[in-house]
């Protein structure tokens, strides 16, 4: 009789250690799915990100290309004299338009000169982009001081 006992015991082993049961797939298919899942999000928010930051170059170099062309413009010219506003106009790169630009010159008095005192003796530009209409509208202004 212990023969048949213990081979009874064995059989009985064998049948509770094969493969997996079913509560045991469904548990892995939910811990699998939700790590897919935040992964795809993590991945998603992070273009986001990267779209977001790449309009905001794009308005930066606008901004400071604008800014160079004002520098180096004639003073004589009527684009760069006091009481001057352009824009807002489009900037375009292939065709597309990435933002808008506008700028404005305005006199300004340096008080450490002590020439003429409450007189413009400088023109302060400002150059003023602004992106992202659709998603919340971002603006930035870069400024410099001109010789009259």
Do not use: H
């Not at 213990?6 to 548990?27: F, K, N, P, T």
């Not at 699998?32 to 899942?37: G, K, N, Q, S």
């Not at 023109?123 to 003023?128: D, E, P, S």
């Amino acid at each position: 009789m212990r023969i048949g006992f213990s081979s009874c015991r064995r059989r009985a082993r064998i049948l509770d250690e094969q493969g997996l049961g079913l509560m045991e797939v469904i548990v892995a298919t939910v811990i699998v799915t939700v790590a897919v899942l935040g992964l795809a999000y993590t991945i998603g928010s992070g273009r986001g990100l990267v779209n977001r930051y790449e309009a905001a170059r794009m308005g930066l170099s606008a901004a400071q290309r604008r800014m160079e062309i004002l520098s180096v413009t004639d003073p004589g010219s009527p684009e760069v004299q006091v009481g001057f506003t352009q824009g807002p106009q489009p900037v375009l790169i292939d065709g597309r338009e990435i933002c808008k630009e506008s700028w404005t010159v305005t006199g300004y008095d340096d008080p450490a000169n002590g020439i003429n005192p409450g007189e413009a003796d400088l023109k302060l530009v400002t150059v003023a982009v602004t992106w992202g209409a659709a998603t919340g509208a971002e603006t930035l202004q870069l400024t410099q001081l001109l010789r009259n």
